[in-house]
């Protein structure tokens, strides 16, 4: 009876495993042949994100990134798109691809209840004959159920200079005829010297660093159409105002006498980057503005820079000078707040006459008028750090500024005059969730009429500065 019954139980295992067995083999084609409803009703419709997409300035030949159109299916049953159509077909200069099959057609695209499918979308505008903005257009018709949805499609377009890996080896000037766009980089050979003129617009691709080895002279003036502008290429949304979009202008220890007047350099990795010394003053910023460098806005190490009516914003370090060197700057404003992009954690303005540790030089540096501020209740204590190592020579000045610092510089060589300290400066307007920052003075600002004489008798706007008791800052209020 034993041996029986484990017989009768090792038959019935046996015979269990073979249904088991099957179940695996044949259950994939049985799920399989369960097929989910789909309706062919008019009245089940599909939902897009949008009605439009609209790319912004693209210019000709470089393309642009795609951009998404997301199509809904808000029923309870499936609905089969017959087809998604770009209208303009093959001569189009935009481009679909649906869920990874590209278009211009594509054709029966199952889509599940409750879900989506995404088209992609981009655009490249071929070069023009014309120097003036234009628009292409087009659009997408979506097809299924008798119903045809529509996507429209419009791309701002601009042709421009296109330089690629430049070198310029003899004296250039670039003129305000169009954009220049720099893809690979732009170089400035040891003996040119580019000129460029009011209202110049560049635009630097995420691989172009600006070298100076010769000279820059950047020449703009005060209205907002004839300022010099140094920017990212991405111009479209979100990416516009991405900071680290390119690397920043680079002054190299054979660069020399670069002025730049009225220009505007944004959303770079490193703003400006100065280094060592040259004949008489490397590097002088006149009405300059320099924003959301993501990591530094002004690096200078052991060279000579003047500067005023420099507005240094929101980067990730300010200003910092090393290694020791020469500067004056008069009638700035330095000043970040923490946003989306950019952590404010170190302090506005660092000065030091090393740049490791025991490699000193002579530093003499003048900040007179300036304000150097971080955003309230921020975790950065001091804003101006001022650091001295060995025994050259060091003179530092701060005379009429406005700062925020907890413990005040008191290397031996540092001497201050008519400070205001932790005074909130008073901007017109800061709204860090909208990006908007307006660091003109309100009318009850403390900054206001606390400057000394200098002869500067104009402010970062253009606009007129009084012979006595001018305002702190790059803006004078008006």
């Known amino acids: 009876m034993h041996r029986k019954a484990h017989r009768r139980i090792f038959i019935v295992m046996k015979q269990w495993w073979r249904s088991l067995f099957f179940l695996f083999l044949i259950g994939p084609i049985l799920f399989s042949c369960r097929k989910e409803g789909f309706t062919d ?4 419709r599909l939902r897009t994100g949008i009605d439009s997409l609209h790319f912004d300035t693209v210019f000709t030949t470089t393309g642009s990134v795609s951009g998404v159109i997301k199509i809904f299916n808000d029923n309870n049953k499936g609905i089969r798109v017959s087809s998604i159509r770009l209208g303009g077909g093959a001569a189009s200069p935009f481009k679909i691809n649906v869920d990874g099959t590209p278009g211009p057609v594509v054709n029966n695209i199952d889509i599940a209840a409750d879900d989506s499918v995404y088209i992609f979308v981009t655009v490249t505008i071929n070069p023009a004959a014309g120097n003036l903005p234009f628009v292409v257009r087009d659009s997408i018709a979506i097809n299924y159920n008798g119903n045809t949805e529509y996507v429209q499609l419009d791309a701002y377009g601009q042709n421009a200079h296109f330089f690629r890996n430049r070198v310029i080896r003899t004296n250039e000037i670039w003129n305000n005829d169009l954009p220049y766009v720099i893809l690979g980089g732009v170089t400035v050979d040891t003996t040119a010297t580019l000129n460029i003129n009011k209202g110049v617009k560049v635009f630097m691709h995420a691989d172009a660093p600006f070298i100076v080895n010769g000279s820059l002279k950047v020449m703009g003036e005060g209205w907002d159409s004839t300022r010099v502008v140094f920017a990212s290429d991405r ?3 979100p990416y516009r105002n991405y900071p680290a979009g390119y690397p920043g202008l680079i002054f190299t220890n054979t660069s020399r006498n670069n002025v730049l007047n009225y220009a505007i350099i944004k ?18 910023l006149n009405e300059t503005v320099i924003d959301n460098a993501y990591d530094a806005g002004l690096i200078g190490i052991n060279t000579s820079i003047t500067a005023r009516n420099l507005l240094v914003s929101n980067c990730g370090k300010n200003l910092v000078l090393v290694k020791g060197g020469t500067y004056n700057f ?8 923490s946003n989306a992009f950019i952590q404010h954690r170190d302090p506005v303005l660092f000065l030091a006459n090393y740049l490791q540790q025991g490699v000193t030089a002579p ?7 300036c304000i150097f501020w971080g955003e309230d209740n921020g975790i950065v204590a001091d804003e101006v750090v001022v650091a001295k190592q060995g025994n050259t020579a060091f003179n530092v000045v701060f005379d009429a500024v406005l700062w925020r610092v907890r413990n005040a510089p008191t290397a031996a060589g540092v001497t201050t005059a008519g400070i205001l300290n932790n005074q909130s400066p008073g901007f017109d307007s800061i709204n860090i969730s909208g990006r908007f920052y307006n660091f003109r003075l309100k009318a009850a600002s403390p900054a206001v009429n606390k400057g000394v004489t200098t002869g500067i008798n104009l402010d970062l706007d253009g606009n007129g500065r009084p012979v006595g008791l001018p305002d702190l800052g790059a803006y004078e209020r008006q």
């Open 330 to 337: 008069t009638h700035c404003t330095v000043a970040t707040y």
């Open 41 to 44: 009703s008019p009245d089940a």
């Open 363 to 369: 530093l003499t540096a003048t900040f007179r008028n």
């Open 267 to 284: 959303n770079a990795y490193q703003g400006i980057v100065v280094a060592e010394q040259s004949v008489g003053t490397k590097l002088t």
């Open 235 to 237: 111009l479209d949304e």
